[in-house]
C-alpha cells in the first residue's frame, strides 16, 4: 500500500520488493543517544554490521513530513549534529510528520516505520519499560504497548537497567509480548548481562527464532518477539558501579523536575558521567552485538518464509 506520509529508500525498497533481508535501525541513538561524533561513527559502524552479515539495514526516522525508512550519509550526519532534533514516539508523530521537522524516532517510533514497510527485524540497544517509583510517577515507555502492536522482531540487550525491570518483563507478559534470551535463561540488564530474573523461553540459534516469528505471525497473533541478548562479558560494565550511578541519578533527575521523555537520556547521560564512560563503551558494545545477531536473524527468516 503506498503511503505518502512513508518514504522508503530505493535500496530498501528494492530489497523488500525482491525478499531480502533487511533490518531496522533507530535513529534516537544517532541523535539523543550518544555525543557527536561517537554517535555517527556509531551509527555507521551498524549498518556496515548488518550488510556484512547479509542485510540491508534501514534506518529510521522523521523527515520533510515523512517517516524515513533508510537513511543516507547526509541524513545521517544531521541527525548527529543539528540541534533540536524532536524525540519522536508514536504519540509525537502527527504533530512531526505536520511540522516537516527533523525527528528522530525511539524504539515506538522505529516499531510503527518498521511494521508500515513490512521489516521483520529491528535492532536497538535496549527497550524502555517501567520506570522506577512508578507508582507515583505512572512514567511507563510507550514501547511496551508498541511491541504488543508490531509484528516485528527486535534485538535489544534487554531493557535499560535504569528501568524497574521485574515489573517491565511482567507488563510485557500482560501484553502478550513474547520474550525469548538468545543463549540465555536470563533477562539481560543492558549495560550487564544478567538482571538474575529468569525467562520462560530460550533459543540458541537465529533460525529457532526465526521459525517462531513465522509461527506467531502466520497465526495473525499481533506483537513483537523480542529477542533478549546479554551485552558480551569482555564488554559488560561493572553491575555495582552502575546500580550506584543510576540511584545517584535518579535522585538528581528528581532533583532537578526532569520528567517524560527526558528521564532516560537524562540518566543515561548521568550515568555514563559517573562510570567514567564506561557505560557508554558497554552501550557501543552491546548494540554492535545486537546489529551481528539481528542480521542472522533477518537472513534466517528471509530463508523461513521463502522456504
Not at 38 to 55: C, F
Not at 138 to 162: F, H, M, N, Q, T
Not at 206 to 212: D, G, N
Not at 231 to 245: F, K, L, M, R, T
Request: proline share 5%; glycine share 10%.
Amino acid at each position: 500500500m503506498v503511503n505518502e506520509r512513508l518514504n522508503i529508500s530505493e535500496e530498501v525498497q528494492e530489497a523488500l520488493a525482491s525478499g531480502r533481508p533487511v533490518v531496522a535501525l533507530e535513529s534516537t541513538i544517532v541523535a539523543h543517544g550518544m555525543p557527536y561524533p561517537q554517535n555517527l561513527e556509531t551509527a555507521k559502524h551498524l549498518e556496515s554490521i548488518i550488510r556484512e552479515g547479509g542485510a540491508v539495514p534501514a534506518t529510521i526516522a522523521v523527515m520533510n513530513g515523512c517517516i524515513q525508512v533508510g537513511c543516507d550519509e547526509d541524513m545521517l550526519y544531521r541527525l548527529a549534529t543539528e540541534k533540536g532534533v524532536i524525540k519522536v514516539s508514536r504519540r509525537d508523530l502527527p504533530m512531526v510528520l505536520a511540522s516537516g521537522k527533523l525527528g528522530a524516532t525511539t524504539v515506538s517510533g522505529t516499531l510503527i516505520g518498521a511494521d508500515l514497510a513490512g521489516i521483520r527485524v529491528f535492532v536497538t540497544g535496549g527497550i524502555g519499560g517501567v520506570h522506577r517509583g512508578v507508582a507515583d510517577s505512572w512514567d511507563v515507555s510507550a514501547d511496551l504497548p508498541e511491541l504488543a502492536r508490531a509484528r516485528v522482531a527486535v534485538v535489544s540487550a534487554g531493557a535499560k537497567s535504569i528501568l524497574d525491570l521485574p515489573k517491565t518483563l511482567e507488563s510485557l507478559e500482560t501484553k502478550g509480548v513474547t520474550v525469548l534470551g538468545y543463549k540465555t535463561d536470563f533477562f539481560p540488564a543492558f549495560f550487564v548481562p544478567s538482571s538474575g530474573l529468569p525467562l520462560v523461553h530460550r533459543a540458541d540459534d537465529p533460525m529457532t527464532i526465526a521459525r517462531a516469528m513465522e509461527a506467531k505471525w502466520t497465526l495473525g497473533l499481533e506483537g513483537a518477539i523480542l529477542v533478549a541478548n546479554p551485552v558480551p562479558v569482555e564488554h559488560a560494565a561493572d553491575s555495582n558501579a552502575i546500580q550506584q550511578a543510576t540511584d545517584a541519578a535518579l535522585i538528581l533527575a528528581e532533583e532537578q523536575g526532569v520528567q517524560g521523555k527526558d528521564v532516560t537520556p537524562f540518566l543515561l547521560q548521568q550515568v555514563a558521567k559517573a562510570t567514567g564512560g564506561e557505560s557508554l563503551d558497554a552501550n557501543r558494545a552491546l548494540v554492535a552485538n545486537n546489529a551481528r545477531l539481528g542480521a542472522a536473524i533477518a537472513v534466517a527468516y528471509a530463508e523461513q518464509i521463502g522456504a
